[in-house]
C-alpha cells in the first residue's frame, strides 16, 4: 500500500501490529507509543518531513480514547491534574510545532534532537530503579487502586492513593507541562508522553495514578497539534512543505494502537512500578543511543 504524503509502500498490517504491540507496555506508565513510533517512521520507513510529527498527533487522536476509557471505568483518572497539564502544554506544544518547522526541518538535526530527549528521560527513570528508595508507591497496602479525596486549590493538588496521602504544587505542574509540551510539539507526541517519567521520577508519584492523566493531556494537545499542522499546511506562509499528517498511515496506526493502550491499561495493575520503569528505560535508552550516535 502506497503512502503520499509519507511517499512509502508497505502492507497495511505493519502499522497497526506495530503500534499494538509498542502501546501496549507504553500505555501502562500513561504514554502513548508515539515517542516510539516516531523513529520507526523516520529509521524504518524513511519518514523524514515534518509530517511525520503531525502523523505522530494523528496517532494519539485515534489510539488514546481506549486508554482513557479503561482509567476512567476503574477510577484511576486523576481528572485535576488532568486539566493542570493540558493548561501547561496547551501553549508549548502550539510553540513547538513552529519550531519544528522553523528550525528543524532537516532529518539529521531532528534525529539528534530526540535522539537527547530520550537519553535524558531514560536517564531519570535508571537512576529512580537504582536508587530504589522507600517509594511510597512499592508500600504493600490496601492495593485499592481507586483514586480517592481529590482537592485542587491555587496552591496545590491532594489525593489520596493506596492508603496514601500526595501532595504537588500547582504552579510547578504548569511550568513543568510548559516546557515539556514545547518539547512534545516539536517531537510530535502532544506533550503528555514526556511528562509522565517526570511525575514518577521527580514528584514521585505513583504510575498508577499518573498515567490517566497523561494520555488524556496527550489526547488534548495532539488534536491541537493536528488541527495546527493542518491549518500551517493549507498556507504557505511559514513552509512550502506538505506538513499535514498522512491520514492513512496514521490511522492505520492509531486502530493498533487503540487496542494497545486499551490492554495496557486494562493489564497495568498487574505490573509493579519497577518492571514498567524498566522496560521503558531499555526502549528509551537504546533508541536515544541508536539516534544519538549512529544517525
Not at 99 to 112: A, D, G, M, Q, W
Request: hydrophobic residues 50%; charged residues 10%.
Amino acid at each position: 500500500m502506497y503512502f503520499p504524503v509519507a511517499d512509502i509502500e508497505i502492507s497495511p498490517f505493519i502499522p497497526p501490529l506495530i503500534a499494538c504491540v509498542i502501546s501496549f507496555f507504553t500505555s501502562m506508565a500513561g504514554v502513548s507509543g508515539a515517542f516510539l513510533l516516531l523513529p520507526f517512521q523516520v529509521s524504518i520507513l524513511g519518514f523524514t518531513s515534518p509530517a511525520v510529527s503531525s502523523t505522530n498527533h494523528l496517532y494519539n487522536i485515534i489510539a488514546i480514547p481506549g486508554g482513557i476509557y479503561r482509567f476512567v471505568k476503574e477510577g484511576r483518572m486523576l481528572w485535576p491534574l488532568t486539566w493542570l497539564v493540558v493548561i501547561g502544554t496547551l501553549p508549548g506544544v502550539i510553540g513547538g510545532v513552529f519550531i519544528r518547522i522553523l528550525f528543524l526541518p532537516s532529518p539529521e538535526t531532528f534525529k539528534v534532537f530526540v535522539g537527547l530527549v530520550l537519553l535524558y528521560i531514560g536517564t531519570k527513570l535508571c537512576l529512580d530503579i537504582i536508587k530504589e528508595r522507600d517509594s511510597r508507591e512499592n508500600r504493600d497496602t490496601t492495593k485499592d487502586f481507586r483514586i480517592s479525596r481529590t482537592r485542587l486549590n491555587l496552591h496545590s493538588l491532594h489525593y489520596h492513593f493506596n492508603g496514601v496521602h500526595y501532595q504537588i504544587h500547582t504552579f510547578s505542574i504548569i511550568g513543568l507541562s510548559l516546557i515539556v509540551g514545547l518539547i512534545g510539539g516539536i517531537y510530535g507526541i502532544g506533550g503528555g508522553a514526556i511528562i509522565a517519567p517526570f511525575f514518577v521520577t521527580i514528584y514521585r508519584l505513583p504510575i498508577h495514578t499518573v498515567a490517566g492523566a497523561s494520555l488524556m493531556g496527550t489526547f488534548i494537545t495532539s488534536f491541537a497539534g493536528v488541527l495546527l499542522f493542518q491549518f500551517l499546511s493549507a498556507t504557505s506562509y511559514f513552509t512550502t512543505e506538505d506538513i499535514a499528517p498522512d491520514y492513512p498511515l496514521g490511522i492505520l496506526f492509531g486502530l493498533g494502537g487503540i487496542a494497545g493502550i486499551y490492554l495496557g491499561a486494562k493489564a497495568q495493575r498487574h505490573f509493579s512500578p519497577q518492571i514498567i520503569k524498566a522496560i521503558l528505560a531499555i526502549i528509551i535508552l537504546s533508541t536515544a543511543t541508536k539516534y544519538i550516535f549512529f544517525s
